[in-house]
């Protein structure tokens, strides 16, 4: 099964291989056919707090999203979109996601685009399913707006795993993006802390059986 990773603001690839290898560990034990395939971003940043400690970058971000200031990505995002659907379409198939943080965002961006661009194909033509790690909601296709939904409803329509932290400057924002999933396949597990994931046995056990059953949901609508 091979499961494409996508890196929060202001890391990369190798520190996200270091955030989940409790995870990839655990699932590992149980089924080697995994496969967990890491991408940088293409936008060069500062590092996120804490993360220097981790590696010395380059550091990289999906979009470039001024939040202090509210000014929008705009044309960042649209470009985060066209570069992701090279890399399926060059290096795919893929079976599943795995998005934190702003790596999440322009996944579920990215389904969104997806069926606006072919509204009589499934989103499995991506991915057959995603787990969002303290991700955010999506930014529309031109980066001038967040999906909301109240406005757009269920946008992303394959199963999904919302792996949130009621700590997290970003929860609102986390269970904003359950909001914009397919209720009938989309299930939250809250782990209590903030913008990380947790490597104590408990959250990485809830975690990997999360997305084994995720992945299991997903595998019977096919």
Known sequence: MRILCLHGAGTNSEIFKVQLGPLIHHLLKDDATYSF????????????EGIQALSLGPFREWYTW???????PKETVTQAIEYILSIIEEDGPFDGVIGFSQGGAIVSALL???SNQHPLEPQTNLF????FICSSRPFT???GAMFDAGVHGQVIRIPTAHIVGRKDMWYKESLG????CDRSWAKLYDHGQGHFLPVNQKTTVAVADILKNTASRAFLTC
């Open 128 to 131: 057959k399913f995603a787990v």
């Open 112 to 114: 969104a685009h997806y």
């Open 141 to 143: 296709y031109d980066g």
């Open 37 to 48: 395939e890491f991408i940088d971003a293409e936008v060069d940043c500062t590092p996120a």
């Open 177 to 180: 993006l359950h909001a914009l």
């Open 66 to 72: 001024d939040f202090v200031k509210r000014v929008p």
